[in-house]
Nanobody
């Protein structure tokens, strides 16, 4: 059983940066593709970025392209989401999830973290 723990969220102003971390315990992260999802109040949980097991393939949803960067360090069992030029519309709870395929959906994720709140003020 893999446990995922996110950290790094907080309250920032528009234009600021944050780096989220997702640390795995109880198993090796290197067996899974990882995605960051986010969920704003009253909205669905949507994927933000994905990275494959080896770290060489990444995906970003259109609204964060050029601003967010996903990376991973399998030796340290950690995945990062560097978020730059944050906007108020980025406000949400951010979750990391592990899945068997690179394009896994929220419903097919194997493991979830508990989430970390990101709030961007204008």
């Amino acid at each position: 059983q893999v446990q995922l723990v996110e950290s790094g969220g907080g309250l920032v102003q528009a234009g600021d940066s944050l780096t989220l971390s997702c640390v795995a315990s109880g198993g090796t992260l290197s067996r899974y593709n990882i995605a960051w999802f986010r969920q704003a109040p009253g909205k669905e949980r949507n994927w933000v970025s994905r990275i494959n097991i080896g770290g060489g393939i990444t995906y970003y949803t259109d609204s964060v392209k050029g601003r967010f960067t996903i990376s991973r360090d399998n030796a340290k069992n950690i995945v990062y989401l560097q978020m730059n030029s944050l906007k108020p519309e980025d406000t949400a709870v951010y979750y990391c999830a592990a899945g068997s395929s690179i394009l896994f959906s929220a419903s097919s994720a194997r493991y979830w973290g508990q989430g970390t709140q990101v709030t961007v003020s204008s």
